[in-house]
């Protein structure tokens, strides 16, 4: 994923656990996006990752173009012939000019330089066609769960995330968006996971692979030993809950 300053790469080391152990797009996210672009030829998923949300664009359009500038998350992408997966940053994509009708971002755009990106969109998307912005926020579980999270997540880890966190925090609203705004609905992320999974899944964060680096394995230890008191039983399946930020604008 391309960063404000260059390539940022706060991925590439946990790249297997990024594909394994994060939460899925929810289906209706891209049905909506789907049936706001123009057409469904070709679609384009900047920063992919290991391609969680460009395979559900594949379900909807002929050909879906996933970008990543991190060559170790393209590796750990799910293939299918309607992906062409391309190490690119998001200025600076490759795609051919005014080729796709749809371009997502999907909890990445706060790690482009988005001046420079948003020109890029210009270029690549087609008049009338569609540009989409979204990020997913902390996990909600149960109260006596999301308290254990939450001091994690701001108290322990809080120093340790990139400035550029707080746009997903903010839910892109703290940026400007030169695009024709279009209201969009409010979606959901979920998941049924057991206690390790969502230790997994905690454990991509990169405040949490930054503060492993500092200070060792002891910081995620203490929580892992909270969260297990709050949880309970390991192997009880709990709903976890993502609110998805969601920014969506028509490209003129």
Known sequence: MTGRQGFKDHFSQTASAYAAQRPRYPLELARYLAELAP??????????????MSLLLAEHFARVVATDASAEQLAHATQDTRVVYVRARAEQSGVASRSTELAVSAQAAHWFDLPAYFTEIRRVVRRGGIIALAGY????????????????????????????RQMV?????????????????EF???????????????????????IRKE????PFAEFRTRMAEAWGTPATVRRIVWPLALRVGVVD
């Open 169 to 185: 925090e903010d839910a892109y609203r703290s940026i400007e968006f030169p695009f024709r705004e279009t209201q969009a609905p």
């Open 39 to 52: 057409a469904r030829r070709r679609a384009w998923d900047a920063g992919c990752g290991s391609g969680q």
């Open 215 to 218: 200070r060792g394995p002891e």
């Open 188 to 210: 959901q992320m979920m998941a049924d996971w057991n206690l390790e999974q969502v230790l997994g899944y905690i454990g991509t964060w990169s405040a949490v692979w930054r």
């Open 137 to 164: 926020g902390n996990m909600a579980v149960m109260p006596r769960i999301d308290a254990v999270v939450s001091h994690f997540y701001y108290d322990v880890v809080g120093p340790f995330w990139p400035p550029e």
